[in-house]
């Protein structure tokens, strides 16, 4: 047998199966009042669904805002008492403009984030 008369037979076997009605689903019907009733009931629970959606997301940032303010660098400017503080003579500044913090002489104020 060549692979297009294998093709042609597998194609006739799932054509019979189909054909024959082995995935047949369970028939339901509607009624038009419960048409209505479902269509009637949408506007409410699309509201819902977004009013907890908006709640799930205010929470989520809630959480996460609290936890990167506890984070370095934005600590060692509240004063607290496990924060970092920047040591005498030095600043925070962004290394070469690649995004992470480093601490500089105050000399090198005027050159940070720059090549030299």
Do not use: H
Request: a positive charge; charged letters at 25%.
């Amino acid at each position: 047998m060549t692979f297009i008369e294998k093709c042609i037979g597998v194609l006739a076997i799932l054509a019979f199966l189909l054909i024959t009605g082995v995935a047949k689903s369970e028939e339901k019907t509607i009624t038009p009042q419960e048409f209505v009733s479902n269509v009637a009931e949408v506007p409410g629970k699309l509201v819902t669904f977004i009013g907890s959606e908006v709640e799930k997301t205010k929470e989520y940032q809630a959480n996460s805002w609290a936890e990167m303010k506890t984070k370095w660098p934005f600590t060692m400017f509240k004063g607290k008492e496990n924060a970092t503080q920047i040591p005498a003579g030095k600043t925070i500044s962004v290394a070469y403009n690649k995004g992470p913090y480093m601490i500089v002489d105050a000399k090198d104020f005027k050159t940070m984030g720059r090549k030299i």
